[in-house]
């Protein structure tokens, strides 16, 4: 069994920054990318970013380019998310996915528990 671990979430004031990072006590594709997503109280879980994990390709959503930077340690099979300039609408369970693949949606077979981010106003 694979299991995903997400730490760093918090509390933060708004500008501030937080590392989420994500470790998997198992096997990953290598071929196949690890990736965050994110879901407010009261909407549909939206992805936020993606790295290969063999592979350096990386997929961003359009509000975390410039402020979120996703990176990964595949010995030990980690990913990491660094935010930057952080908003109230960044408030949300932040979850790490591995084994993720990319098409119309992304589809993954392995998802953490989730860690919570606050952004105060």
């Known amino acids: 069994q694979v299991q995903l671990v997400e730490s760093g979430g918090g509390v933060v004031q708004a500008g501030g920054s937080l590392r989420l990072s994500c470790t998997s006590s198992g096997r990953t594709f290598r071929l196949s990318y690890m990736g965050w997503f994110r879901q407010a109280p009261g909407k549909k879980r939206e992805f936020v970013a993606a790295?290969?994990?063999?592979?350096?390709?990386?997929y961003y959503a359009d509000f975390a380019k410039g402020r979120f930077t996703i990176s990964r340690d595949n010995p030990e099979y980690t990913v990491s998310l660094q935010m930057i300039n952080l908003k109230p609408d960044d408030t949300a369970v932040y979850y790490c996915?591995?084994?993720?693949?990319?098409?119309?949606?992304?589809?993954?077979?392995?998802w953490g528990q989730g860690t919570q981010v606050t952004v105060s106003s």
């Open positions: 996915a591995g084994d993720c693949r990319v098409g119309a949606a992304w589809i993954c077979d392995y």
């Open positions: 790295r290969g994990w063999a592979g350096s390709k990386v």
